[in-house]
């Protein structure tokens, strides 16, 4: 069996997900533990992940969620933590990197603090979890990282200068640690959602089309984890559509982004 289609199971190890205090990575955590997994589980917020834990176990999950608090922008911290997940519950053999923020900004309102901070949790704070991950990955020869991206990451979107900046350069990343990845049988992954209704998504003043709830997306994520594949990119039509635009020279794309928000296609 290649690396591509090889899939974890829970008797491989225990799974991690950031950015389990909500939204997608919370559901992602429920949906796991309800396959037969063991979550260990990380944000910021100790009392919310305690509350994650109290809802497996309202479930029949007791012992299912493993919560170990932390930020992802401390590489240090994250070295840590890794290194105690492993020692108190096992290797390490499914992992979803899933913290990060958004903070829609035009033009008229860039800053660079905003970016950076985007960069900060987004891109960074995923390179913080993979140095550990992928290095007793490696050592063992075994197991799956995945990395939550967007389809904000294929071409540049309104009001997603840093947001899609970040996604874009996860995209990248994943795709260039394949590469090696795949002759060290450690697989990776790329998931890539539209929209989906969370906290941060709620500032968006416009209608998002083919919009998901957080649990639907959740049992995408996990049904792309148990199959083959690099990308897990969902709602598959969304996907598709820009994937196609993207593909329009760029005057017509930009044109054509515009007129759907409303702006005017003139690009002249």
């Known amino acids: 069996m290649g690396v591509w289609s090889e899939v974890m199971a ?24 309800a396959r037969g997994w063991r979550v260990a589980v990380t944000a910021r917020k100790a009392e919310a992940l305690e509350a ?16 170990f608090a932390g930020d992802v922008t401390d590489q240090a911290g994250m070295a840590a933590l890794v290194a105690a997940i492993e020692a108190e519950h096992g290797p390490l ?13 035009r033009a008229q309102e860039f800053d660079a603090g905003v970016v950076a901070k985007t960069f900060a949790v987004n891109v960074q704070g995923v390179a913080n979890c993979l140095d550990p991950v992928l290095k007793s990955m490696i050592a063992r020869r075994r197991g799956h990282v995945a990395i939550t991206a967007s389809v904000a990451g294929y071409r540049g979107l309104p009001r997603a200068a840093a947001y899609g ?35 941060a998504t709620s500032v968006n003043d416009f209608k998002m089309p083919f919009v998901m709830k957080p649990d639907q997306a959740a049992r995408r ?8 594949g690099f990308e897990i990119a969902f709602p598959r039509r969304f996907a598709l559509i820009l994937r196609t635009l993207g593909l329009l020279p760029n005057r017509a794309y930009l044109a054509v982004m515009r007129k759907l928000m409303g702006w005017g296609p003139d690009v002249s």
């Not at 491989?12 to 533990?33: F, K, P, Q, Y």
């Not at 994520?221 to 083959?228: A, C, K, Q, S, T």
């Open 10 to 33: 829970p008797g491989d190890g225990v799974a991690w997900v950031t950015g389990a205090s909500a939204g997608i990575g919370r559901e992602t955590a429920l949906e796991l533990c």
């Open 52 to 67: 994650l834990a109290e809802e497996a176990r309202t479930q029949g999950l007791a012992g299912a969620i493993l919560p």
């Open 93 to 105: 053999a499914l992992c979803l990197l899933n913290a990060g923020v958004y903070i829609p900004m």
């Open 165 to 199: 900046a970040t996604k874009a350069a996860l995209i990248h990343m994943a795709e260039a640690l394949a590469y090696d990845l795949i002759d060290l049988n450690v697989r990776i992954s790329v998931v890539n959602p539209g929209f989906v209704e969370t906290e």
């Open 221 to 228: 994520i996990v049904d792309g984890l148990e199959g083959p």
